[in-house]
């Protein structure tokens, strides 16, 4: 278990709430980018595939977590571009 990877995922961490937040309280998925959060997604994926397969530890549930976020931030902003037209 790496500090470092521990440091990374809980700044990303931090990040997507304060998105969530920022579009729930716009009410507008304006300058959201669904391409720019499947990236992250994948790249989620990976970390999680990687601790599975290669380095099992609990840093695991931080992409787990993170990718959930993602995930929501997404609907979101599909939910309100919907919305939008």
Known sequence: MSPFEIGMLVAFGV????SIAKLLKAK????????????????YL???AHKIFYNFDLVVI???INTLMV??????????????K
């Open 15 to 18: 990040s997507w709430p304060v």
């Open 28 to 43: 507008r998925s304006e300058g959201k980018s669904i391409t720019f959060a499947v990236i992250v997604i994948v790249g």
């Open 46 to 48: 990976c970390g999680i």
């Open 62 to 64: 931080l992409y787990i």
């Open 71 to 84: 995930l929501i931030d997404v609907m979101l902003t599909l939910y309100y571009r919907r919305r939008d």
